[in-house]
């Protein structure tokens, strides 16, 4: 559990911590006045491909190719926004400084929000950290520790963007660099006035910024994505997907993730309705806009909200989200088990189409679109699954899995705040191992593990108040150790309370009668589920076990929760285990 030393929240996250907050002290070393960050730079990480020696960004030469990032979409001066965070990629011409190496300078960096996100990469061999400091406008400050990986043999399961190449002056490499966003959180609802940066010799820094909050949202609806798969492929086309709300509200905007992407892709037009049936509006469609244009071009690895838009979004409900597709688009980000069927039109611009008549082909997956917001509301609680939460099994195009019956539950009360739920189940995912290693095209669409995807799918989910673990499974039939699984979700446990969100777990369900689910897998699930019940590690517990298990055998599920597959509850059962929740575990 988190503990309180006189008052002062301690907390560790694997990216940084935050130390306590303290008042700046009068008698610290003089200092210049902190500086923007861009007139700090003294490093040359990108090179001309034909003029590779003007660049040394790892002391030996070595440099990231301009070819490279302007393919991806990573141009000089782009706005990039990446895990929430908008930072700026260097508006500097290959040769020219454009990052600085952490010494322990004083950055100009301002604003509000509920974190600080750096754009870094190492170069020392190996992940790289040091300590720093954030100063407030109020004349406050606290620690933090900011650790990159490096830029050769990091992981690529948590990289922005990797790009194919390394450029030498002896020649190019056939090998991938690796940019990182890391996020360190910040004492809430305190002004920054600049950061000092930690001393540690190989960190660099590209950008820096105050991720702001998303104070005012709530998270209706959202999904994974679980790899980067061949689709289509898509020339000209619209794809017009069917979403389910859980809150609603006055106003929304919705998100584009171009996770894991090599390239980026362009949305023409974008416009959202309400479902009347199949593909078909109630209704017009209305447009969505970024930025004030009717479309917007993606890099590789970054996301795109549309502007906020007066729409009345009903709760629970099935939203058209339709975006049209100009160029081809051969491989994209995609949710895989979306258990509801979306539509591809034929040719042609089809996305304020209110009939359903251009649209002539059935998905059963989420390319692209990963996030729904509704103005107002409490904020939301964020399940963090793999099949069972990703409805595997569960009636196709019903809602029925089981973070929907838990969103009607919500809805259905007053005593306690009706949150959004987002439900970021993958189907086949893992505590602690990658199914999707995090780069290049695979029809493997399980994900990187949830120590890797934690980040992105939940501390920067749109004010995401609480979070459900419900995973492990998968690794224990794959024959990860009782003691893996448990060290995996006493860290997703310390990182969620670093941001202060109120961390849960759900025991896992029995599985005896499929394949895998031998008797040494059950004994070791035994074991983490008696360490979650026991741990006073997580906030909270869900026994989800208790509710499905025959209490004859124990080992297996009560075949009346039994999808027929022994691994998956059906209807019956993901409406057992929602209707187990006590709601009040969910208030912060």
């Given amino acids: ?26 008698a610290e070393e003089q200092r210049a006045s902190p500086a923007p960050l861009e007139r700090l730079f003294d490093n040359v990480a990108v090179s001309d491909d034909s003029r590779p020696a003007e660049a040394d960004f790892d002391g030996a030469g070595a440099s990231l190719s301009a070819r490279d990032l302007t393919a991806a979409g990573w141009t000089p001066g782009r706005n990039l926004t990446v895990q929430g965070a908008r930072l700026t990629w260097p508006r500097r011409q290959p040769g020219e400084p454009d990052n600085v190496r952490a010494a322990g300078q ?14 870094v990469a190492g170069t020392a061999g190996t992940e790289v950290g040091g300590a720093g400091t954030v100063r407030y406008a109020n004349g406050t400050s606290s620690g933090y520790r900011l ?19 390394i450029n030498r002056p002896g020649g190019q490499l056939a090998e991938r660099a690796r940019l990182y966003v890391v996020t360190v959180p910040l004492v809430p609802g305190r002004a920054v006035a600049s950061v000092r940066l930690p001393r540690a010799a190989g ?41 389910h709300t859980s809150a609603g509200g006055p106003r929304v905007r919705v998100r584009f993730d171009n996770t894991f992407a090599a390239a ?29 244009a009717a479309g917007v071009e993606i890099p590789a690895g970054a996301q795109a909200y549309s502007d906020p838009l007066d729409f009345p979004v009903p709760a629970d409900t099935d939203l058209l989200v339709s975006f049209h597709l100009p160029g081809t688009v051969p491989a ?17 611009d089809h996305a304020a189409d209110g009939s359903a008549a251009p649209y002539t082909s059935v998905i059963t997956s989420w390319p692209l679109l990963a996030g729904v917001d509704v103005a107002g509301g409490p904020g939301s609680v964020v399940l963090l699954g793999d099949s069972i939460t990703d409805g595997d099994k569960s009636t196709p195009d019903a809602n029925r899995r089981w973070p929907d019956v838990l969103a009607g539950r919500l809805l259905s009360q007053s005593a306690v ?41 939940v501390l920067a989910q749109t004010s995401a108040r609480t979070a459900v673990v419900f995973e492990g499974i998968n690794d224990l039939r794959w024959d990860t150790s009782a003691e893996q699984v448990i060290a995996g979700l006493r860290e997703l446990a310390a ?15 029995p599985c005896e009668g499929e394949a895998r689910c031998t008797a040494a897998v059950d004994a070791r699930r035994v074991t983490v589920n008696e360490w979650i019940r026991d741990g006073e590690v997580f906030d909270g517990v869900l026994d989800f076990d208790a509710v499905v298990r025959d209490p004859a055998r124990p080992s297996r599920m009560l075949p009346a929760y039994d999808s027929g597959d022994h691994l998956h509850p059906g209807d019956a059962g993901l409406a057992a285990l929602a209707g187990s929740v006590d709601l009040s575990l969910l208030v912060p």
């Fill in 1 to 26: 559990m988190r503990r309180c030393v006189r008052g002062i929240l301690f907390v560790l996250a694997l990216s940084g911590s935050l130390l306590p907050a303290v008042p700046a002290r009068a």
């Fill in 106 to 119: 004083d950055v100009r960096v301002t604003g509000r929000g509920d974190a600080l996100a750096f754009l």
């Fill in 147 to 165: 650790t990159a990986p490096d830029w050769r043999t990091g992981p690529l399961a948590t990289k922005a963007v990797a790009l194919p190449h």
């Fill in 203 to 243: 960190l660099h820094v590209f950008a820096a910024s105050v991720r702001a909050s998303a104070q005012g949202w709530t998270g209706s609806w959202t999904t994974s994505t679980g790899g980067y798969s061949p689709v289509g492929p898509w020339t000209d086309r619209t794809l017009r997907l069917v979403v």
């Fill in 264 to 292: 980026p892709v362009r949305i023409g037009s974008a416009t959202v309705a309400v479902r009347a049936s199949g593909a078909a509006a109630h209704g017009e469609p209305v447009p969505l806009a970024f930025r004030g």
């Fill in 332 to 348: 994209a980000p995609v949710h895989r088990l979306a258990q509801q069927r979306s539509y591809v039109s034929g040719p042609g």
């Fill in 417 to 457: 705040p009706r949150y959004g739920v987002l439900n970021q189940g993958i189907s086949g995912n893992r505590v602690v191992t990658d199914r999707y290693p995090g780069d290049g095209v695979s029809t493997d669409g399980a994900g990187v593990s949830a120590l890797h995807r934690f980040d992105r799918d």
């Fill in 495 to 509: 990182r969620g309370h670093a941001r202060g969100v109120r961390m849960l777990a759900a025991t896992i369900l």
